[in-house]
T-cell receptor, first 111, second 111 residues
């Protein structure tokens, strides 16, 4: 079955440093979504990427979808304490609504 | 607030018991997804319903079952509970863009 892996599993950064998490799928995806889960909270949708090579930005967050549509990345510039949480990517295959979630990257910020 | 509701918020029970978790999707959404999230783990897809019918099945144990009712709310039944079933159980519904909206979750503790 489809597998979606994320690296790193954990990341500790000083406030103000950049952060990147990488997502890799074992199969080609029709689209990829990113979610953020704050400690004690539930996953919240951030963005969806559909096109090969697509890049989208949300303020300090930059999302990329690979040319082969099998990998993606989330980059946060100048992290802030509000960025703390676990970031999940989730992919789906063509014609299938089911999302396969990645293993997640837990980000902690050192003030 | 995602618009997805889940009850109860917390559930504490003993091994061997049976519990029912309830979820109501966002108004207008026809799908309900159930996920299990163990401590420090990712989101494991359990099962999906669409307009009352089972649509997709993930790693759901035979001791677990679910259904979606005509009013579109869903129930997840967990029986013969084991210590390892302690986890957060999320349900989600999705919009036409396949964005998933998660409920606040039910934290199940099996003693």
């Amino acid at each position: 079955g489809q597998q979606v892996m994320q690296i790193p599993q954990y990341q500790h950064v000083q406030e103000g440093e950049d952060f990147t998490t990488y997502c890799n799928s074992s199969t080609t995806l029709s689209n990829i979504q990113w979610y953020k889960q704050r400690p004690g909270g539930h996953p919240v949708f951030l963005i969806q990427l559909v096109k090969s090579g697509e890049v989208k930005k949300q303020k300090r967050l930059t999302f990329q979808f690979g040319e082969a549509k099998k990998n993606s990345s989330l980059h946060i510039t100048a992290t802030q304490t509000t960025d703390v949480g676990t970031y999940f990517c989730a992919g789906s295959n063509f014609g299938n609504e089911k999302l396969t979630f990645g293993t997640g990257t837990r980000l902690t910020i050192i003030p | 607030d995602s618009g997805v509701t889940q009850t109860p918020k917390h559930l504490i029970t003993a091994t061997g018991q049976r519990v029912t978790l309830r979820c109501s999707p966002r108004s207008g959404d026809l799908s309900v997804y159930w996920y299990q999230q163990s401590l420090d783990q990712g989101l494991q897809f359990l099962i999906q319903y669409y307009n009352g019918e089972e649509r997709a099945k993930g790693n759901i144990l035979e001791r677990f079952s679910a259904q979606q009712f005509p009013d579109l709310h869903s129930e997840l039944n967990l029986s013969s509970l084991e210590l390892g079933d302690s986890a957060l159980y999320f349900c989600a519904s999705n919009d036409r863009a396949d964005t998933q909206y998660f409920g606040p979750g039910t934290r199940l503790t099996v003693l």
